[in-house]
T-cell receptor
C-alpha cells in the first residue's frame, strides 16, 4: 500500500514564527492534498497540487510539490493559534484512491 | 463545494451489538467512497474502498466480516461494525473522491463501545 511519511510528527512553535511540514513518498504521486483537522472533527481542505514544481498559496499557507512529484512541503508564515491542529497530507498514487500521511500535530503558543 | 453527510456523529453501543454508519454524497454521484479510521493523536487509516454496485476493497489487516461495507447507490455507502467490541471504539470518517479532484469528507462518527 502507498506510504506517506510526514515530518515532523509534532511541532510546537511560538506565535508569529514560520514553520514547515514535509510529506514524502517513495512513489510518484498523481495528486497531493493537504488537509487540516482537529481530532474527532472533519477535515478542512487546504490545497491540492498536481503538477511537478507546482506551488499554491492561501492566506499564510504555501504548499509546494517537487519536480519529481514525490515530496511536498507546507509552509506557514507568521503562525497564529488558529493554525493549531493536525495537518495531513493525502496522495493519490494513481489508483483512484487516497492515502494519508502519518500526520503532523501543530501547537502554536500565544 | 460538494457535501458529504455522515450519520450518526456519535454513537454509544453495547459490546456484541452492531452499528451502522451512513455516508451520503448530497450533490454529486460518487462511484467511489472511502472509509477511514482514526485513533487519538494518529492520522487517518484507510480501511476500505467502497465501489458502487460491487464489493468493497479492503486494506490489509482490516477484517471484512467485521466491517461490512455496502454501496448500493451512487449517493450512499454504509459501514456496519458487527459484533462491536471496546477495541472498535474509534473515530470513523468517510470520503467521496473523484480522481484528481478534491476529496470531500463527512464530519465523522465517534463510536464508543461499552
Amino acid at each position: 500500500s502507498q506510504e506517506l511519511e510526514q515530518s515532523p510528527q509534532s511541532l510546537i512553535v511560538q506565535e508569529g514564527k514560520n514553520l514547515t511540514i514535509n510529506c514524502t513518498s517513495s512513489k510518484t504521486l498523481y495528486g497531493l492534498y493537504w488537509y487540516k483537522q482537529k481530532y474527532g472533527e472533519g477535515l478542512i481542505f487546504l490545497m491540492m497540487l498536481q503538477k511537478g514544481g507546482e506551488e499554491k498559496s492561501h492566506e499564510k499557507i504555501t504548499a509546494k510539490l517537487d519536480e519529481k512529484k514525490q515530496q511536498s512541503s507546507l509552509h506557514i508564515t507568521a503562525s497564529q493559534p488558529s493554525h493549531a491542529g493536525i495537518y495531513l497530507c493525502g496522495a493519490d498514487p494513481g489508483a483512484n484512491n487516497l492515502f494519508f500521511g502519518t500526520g503532523t500535530r501543530l501547537t502554536v503558543i500565544p | 463545494g460538494a457535501v458529504v453527510s455522515q450519520h450518526p456523529s456519535r454513537v454509544i453501543c453495547k459490546s456484541g451489538t452492531s452499528v451502522k454508519i451512513e455516508c451520503r454524497s448530497l450533490d454529486f454521484q460518487a462511484t467511489t467512497m472511502f472509509w477511514y479510521r482514526q485513533f487519538p493523536k494518529q492520522s487517518l487509516m484507510l480501511m476500505a474502498t467502497s465501489n458502487e454496485g460491487s464489493k468493497a476493497t479492503y486494506e490489509q489487516g482490516v477484517e471484512k466480516d467485521k466491517f461490512l461495507i455496502n454501496h448500493a447507490s451512487l449517493t450512499l455507502s454504509t459501514l456496519t461494525v458487527t459484533s462491536a467490541h471496546p477495541e472498535d471504539s474509534s473515530f470513523y470518517i468517510c470520503s467521496a473522491y473523484r480522481a484528481l479532484t478534491e476529496a470531500f469528507f463527512g464530519q465523522g462518527t465517534r463510536l464508543t463501545v461499552v
